[in-house]
């Protein structure tokens, strides 16, 4: 009987340190390296399209576990932003569009490569990041064919992105990206809400 006993309380032992080893990791996310650069600036001589907000320290209102998703998924848009605005610049003028597509179209690529490879905690996150990466292949897509025109044609370009199918679906993706961090993160502070509209609202084609 005794043998038993010891046998039940060492069982129970163990299923209580494994409980709270579980409960431990869910309170306690792994580690991860922030990709979110201490400068914002747009690259020289470009300008974003709206007041830009950095992500604040810490992500206040953002639980714990979404944290590495954030930082990497809002710093891939912001580093897409820049690439877009240089090749704006670029379709504007005329001047280097050539260099400008090709580092837009890396920039697109590896950030794409890095957003589908970026572990989500849940079906939720898992469909903002398909929502944005979509978003992405179809700004691809709409400078593929804008570089191109301006190109062949050697002059601006005489329509904008309301005119391409391409470039309505993008804009709409990234509304629907955040509705649903708006959803996801109800009562978040405004300097978080503002960071993230911000974010997407840069990336967004003007």
């Not at 639980?63 to 820049?82: E, G, I, M, N, Y």
């Not at 992105?161 to 990234?174: F, T």
């Not at 300097?191 to 990336?203: K, M, N, Q, R, S």
Request: charged share 25%; glycine share 6%.
């Amino acid at each position: 009987m005794r043998v038993r006993h010891r046998a039940g309380v060492a069982g129970a032992i163990s299923l209580v340190v494994a409980l709270g080893l579980v409960a431990a990791c869910e309170r306690e996310p792994e580690p991860y390296e922030s990709w979110y650069p201490a400068d914002i600036s747009p690259p020289p001589g470009t300008r974003y399209p709206c007041e830009m907000k950095a992500l604040p320290a810490g992500l206040p209102g953002i639980p714990r576990k979404d944290h590495r998703f954030v930082d990497h998924a809002l710093s891939l848009c912001l580093r897409a932003t820049h690439a877009k605005l240089v090749l704006i610049e670029a379709l504007a003028s005329g001047a280097g569009l050539r260099a400008a597509h090709e580092a837009y179209r890396s920039e697109i690529e590896s950030a794409l490569a890095k957003l589908r490879a970026e572990p989500v905690p849940d079906d939720d996150l898992a469909a903002i990041r398909t929502d944005l990466a979509r978003a992405l292949e179809l700004q691809l897509a709409f400078f593929d064919r804008a570089a191109a025109e301006r190109a062949d044609s050697g002059r601006p370009l005489g329509w904008s992105y309301e005119n391409v199918r391409e470039g309505r679906a993008a804009s709409q993706l990234l509304l629907s990206v955040h509705e649903k961090f708006s959803r996801r993160y109800q009562g978040w502070p405004a300097a978080t809400a503002d960071a993230f509209y911000h974010h997407l609202c840069a990336l967004d084609l003007f």
